[in-house]
Nanobody, 123 residues
């Protein structure tokens, strides 16, 4: 099996910073895209940032200039540095990893999700 373990969420004041981490472990053959998504209260899930395996970086408009995604392939870990946080950034943040994974001896392309981190931006 493959697991994603997230860390770094919490409560922060407006204008503050947080760094989210997500480490993958298990039967991973190769990783392509790693990214972060979020679901704000009463809203659907939205993409925040994606670091593709070919080096391309994509940010949501709301994240541009404030958030920075990075990945360490040797550690199978993706990070999200969030600066200048706003109350509207309050959400549950989910990391996602896509790639070739082995399940019951069968390799296939899969996208898996972390358990979610609550980020609350409030004074």
């Amino acid at each position: 099996q493959v697991h994603l373990v997230e860390s770094g969420g919490g409560l922060v004041q407006p204008g503050g910073s947080l760094r989210l981490s997500c480490a993958a472990s298990g039967s991973i053959v190769s990783i392509s895209d790693m990214g972060w998504y979020r679901r704000a209260p009463g809203k659907g899930r939205e993409m925040v940032a994606i670091a593709a395996g070919d080096g391309r970086i994509t940010y949501a408009d709301s994240a541009k200039g404030r958030f920075s995604i990075s990945r360490d392939d040797a550690k199978k870990t993706v990070y999200l540095q969030m600066n200048s946080l706003k109350p509207e950034d309050t959400a549950v943040y989910y990391c996602s990893t896509a790639g070739i994974m082995s399940l019951d001896g069968i390799q296939s392309y899969r996208q898996i999700w972390g358990q979610g981190l609550l980020v609350t931006v409030s004074a």
